[in-house]
């Protein structure tokens, strides 16, 4: 059994987002947050999924793997502290079957 999660980095920062490696055909999803509650501008490679920006800063963002390293970041003019954690799920090498049990229980 291979999980698709491969690599689960999170880190505490006060200038450098986090690195990632995914794989062409992968996707990388991004969360991250800060106190603050000041709106951020993800960066223009990713696809921003949500913000909520309340008394604290949530955000998400996705892309797509290329094989190399890539950092996940978003952009705010007043932060200086924040959390982030990258997860990739990897692409299926091979999609099920129509003979699986998964689609037996359909």
Known sequence: YLSPLLHLPAQRAEARPPSITAASGDIIIDYASHGNGTPNTVDGSQTQQYQVAQDNTMLCSTKGGSGSSTNMSWTSGTI???????????????????????????
């Open 80 to 106: 200086s502290l924040w959390a982030s954690c990258s997860v990739v799920v990897q692409a299926a090498s091979t999609p099920p079957s129509q003979n699986s049990a998964f689609f037996g229980l359909m």
